[in-house]
């Protein structure tokens, strides 16, 4: 009996030695070989333009590889939302600021080890966090700041001894002047593009910065008398013999613009890089939009941000790379590489980085509007057939109406029945997952 003891705890002994030697390794999964690899998803940059910030961001992190994919943007919102959910899409993608109430759920917020609500609301304009911060949770950052801003035709205003306006008397005031007509009529140089939404690109932004502007306004009750307003304002342009400066028969706002028969043009920052390649004769200055009342500025943010999937797995690497794509270094090395093929580069987003741009002809009234920038569901160019899509749909019918004669404030009970249903739709509350 003592025999079979001694042996049984001997094989005890070895048993228990070789279970601590080898057993964990059986169940242990095996590491991940070589580096982690992340797909970026972008929109509007070629490779080439972001390799220099993936290389910088590869050398300060051996241990990640980041592959970027230019993606199209037909259909973008729809493909990558499915993808993502699908968990076959990317770590990182690219997605609009308005974005955010249809990519809630679908978004991996910034785990507080990176990125806190404290350190983001310090680096980037108040939009920014008022878009992209839900419940003290960061759902995206941007690598740039755009929106609406004024463009003018340097030798049209010159040549009625005009002013660069500040307010929207001393806009209509010389967009009056600046309109040249025919002897039938007919406006041969237009002093402002507003008034209509069929050719005036980005009328939805114009219209939201309006409502913004107007006290007492609510872009998500917009059946008022100052909103109706608003709208008799803005069609006034063309219905309005005191201050006609548009017709619906004009071309484009951005090629009137760009054939230098347009004095005032209101557009987000990428347009100047189209009005140069156009015509690159073109003398053209940007300057903040005008104001109702100076003393309270406020001006239409529309721009896009980078975030992080839900289903990533590697979230936290993830956002280790986006972290690296909005810090000082990278954007200014991201607006150099892209200055070196266009006019200029995105306005830097860093509130930090503002006075390093903010006296440019071109970008630096983007940038000097920072501080006073608000945005919602009216960005126009967003191509989401969702959130933004519906709602301009909404307002642009109230336009039509109010262009051939009907009463503004009975369009916009249509407007705000509409809005309302749109909102109910995008904006109800969604789960959103947990940072780590």
């Not at 191509?383 to 336009?399: R, S």
Request: no cysteine; charged share 20%; aromatic share 12%.
């Amino acid at each position: 009996m003592k025999k079979i003891i001694i042996i049984a705890l001997s094989l005890a002994i070895i048993v228990g030695f070789l279970w601590w030697k080898f057993g964990p390794n059986l169940f242990q999964k095996s590491g991940p070989k070589g580096p982690v690899e992340l797909t970026y998803w972008g929109l509007w940059e070629e490779e080439d333009l972001l390799r220099p910030l993936i290389l910088q961001f590869e050398s300060q992190n051996p241990n990640i590889k980041v592959n970027y994919v230019r993606q199209s943007s037909v259909n973008y919102k729809s493909r990558v939302q499915t993808q993502v959910r699908e968990g076959t899409g990317p770590d990182v993608f690219r997605i609009h600021n308005s974005w955010m109430p249809m990519f809630e759920a679908d978004l991996y917020p910034a785990p507080s080890d990176i990125l806190t609500p404290d350190e983001f609301g310090k680096t980037f304009y108040p939009v920014a966090k008022d878009s992209l911060v839900k419940n003290s949770q960061i759902l995206a950052v941007p690598m740039e700041i755009d929106g609406l801003a004024l463009y003018y035709n340097e030798e049209i205003l010159n040549g009625v001894g005009g002013q660069v306006p500040k307010s929207w008397q001393e806009f209509i005031n010389t967009a009056i002047k600046m309109t040249v007509r025919d002897q039938s009529g007919q406006i041969q140089t237009a002093g402002a593009a507003l008034g209509t939404s069929g050719n005036v690109d980005h009328f939805s932004d114009i219209l939201g910065l309006l409502i913004l502007q107007q006290p007492g306004a609510s872009l998500e009750n917009p059946a008022s008398p100052q909103v109706a307003e608003i709208l008799r304002f803005y069609t006034g342009f063309v219905t309005d013999p005191r201050k006609k400066t548009w017709d619906v028969n004009l071309s484009k706002s951005t090629d009137m613009f760009a054939s230098g028969r347009l004095g005032f043009y209101f557009a987000p920052s990428w347009r100047a890089h189209e009005l140069r390649v156009t015509n690159p004769n073109l003398k053209f200055k940007i300057t903040p939009v005008p104001q109702l009342t100076a003393s309270k500025p406020v001006t239409w943010a529309s721009f896009w941000v980078e975030g992080v999937a839900k289903t990533s797995k590697h979230p936290k690497e993830a956002w280790q790379f986006v972290k690296f794509l909005v810090s000082a270094e990278a954007e200014k090395l991201f607006y150099q590489e892209a200055s070196k093929i266009r006019l200029f580069g995105e306005p830097y987003s860093r509130v930090d980085l503002a006075g390093e741009m903010i006296n440019d002809p071109i970008a630096g009234a983007f940038v000097s509007q920072g501080p006073y920038y608000k945005s919602w569901y009216l960005s126009s160019n967003t191509m989401d057939g969702g959130i933004n899509d519906e709602i301009i749909k909404y307002f642009e019918d109230a336009i039509n109406s109010t262009l051939a004669g009907g009463d503004p404030q009975a369009a916009l009970q249509t407007v705000a029945s509409g809005v309302k249903q749109v909102l109910d739709k995008y904006t109800k509350p969604v789960l959103v997952p947990t940072g780590k």
